[in-house]
């Protein structure tokens, strides 16, 4: 089985500061990485899929990086609406989530 | 646009039986992989099960294995979960979720919820 571990479980920061969220896999799984933001009260939205691509309609202040074990979501300049939690995927097997990282505002 | 909806949810008593169903429209449904994926309240994402087109691959997460069975219907754009001998770890948020172009889960419905208690 193949465990996503997140960190930080939580970050507090202002509107127009950048975020780096991790995403380290238990074992290698190349590129088969995806990012999920899930708002209060929403379903999850898919927002960065094959470690690097920004799915439709997605703004281009997220962006994602890594391979392997390793990886980040990236967000610049904060938005309002950003803040929220946010999941990591793997599909090598099936699918995994991460525990998520809560984006909170400071 | 792909819109999913799921129903089925409510409360059943411990060692009962429930099923869910996943509506979809606004695309071809018969073409995408789909899953379900639950999430108890106030934790995180868990994936439960899933299912490519054709229902000739089918998957679940080791916690449901055995006691839950994914299914799908082409013919009426739905996807079904069958769940049985459910125990209070199974109270949950059901979403349905589909596979886009590339397997990953775009887009997700709102969920149903499952909540399990005597």
């Known amino acids: 089985e193949i465990v996503l571990t997140q960190s930080p479980a939580a970050v507090s920061l202002s509107p127009g500061e950048r975020a780096s969220l991790s995403c380290r896999a238990s074992?290698?799984?190349?590129?088969?990485l995806a990012w999920y933001q899930q708002k209060s009260g929403q379903a999850p939205r898919l927002l960065i899929y094959?470690?690097?691509n920004r799915a439709p309609g997605i703004p281009d202040r997220f962006s994602g990086s890594g391979s392997g074990t390793d990886f980040t979501l990236t967000i610049n300049s904060l938005e309002p609406e950003d803040f929220a939690v946010y999941y990591c995927?793997?599909?090598?097997?099936?699918?995994?989530f991460g525990q998520g990282t809560k984006v909170e505002i400071k | 646009e792909a819109q999913l909806v799921e129903s089925g949810g409510g409360l059943v008593q411990p060692g009962r039986s429930l099923r869910l169903s996943c509506e979809a429209s606004?695309?071809?449904?018969?073409?995408?992989?789909m899953h379900w994926v639950r999430q108890a309240p106030g934790k995180g994402l868990e994936w439960v099960s899933g299912?490519?087109?054709?229902?000739?691959?089918?998957g679940y997460a080791e916690s449901v294995k055995g006691r839950f069975i994914i299914s799908r219907d082409n013919a009426k754009n739905s996807l079904y979960l069958q769940m049985n001998s459910v125990t209070a770890e199974d109270t949950a948020l059901y979403h349905c979720?589909?596979?886009?172009?590339?397997?990953?889960?775009?887009?997700w419905g709102q969920g149903t919820l499952v909540t399990v208690s005597s």
């Open positions: 074992q290698n799984i190349a590129s088969h």
């Open positions: 995927q793997q599909r090598s097997n099936w699918g995994s």
């Open positions: 299912i490519n087109w054709n229902s000739g691959n089918i």
């Open positions: 094959d470690t690097s």
């Open positions: 979720a589909k596979e886009n172009h590339r397997g990953w889960f775009d887009p």
């Open positions: 606004g695309f071809r449904f018969q073409d995408y992989g």
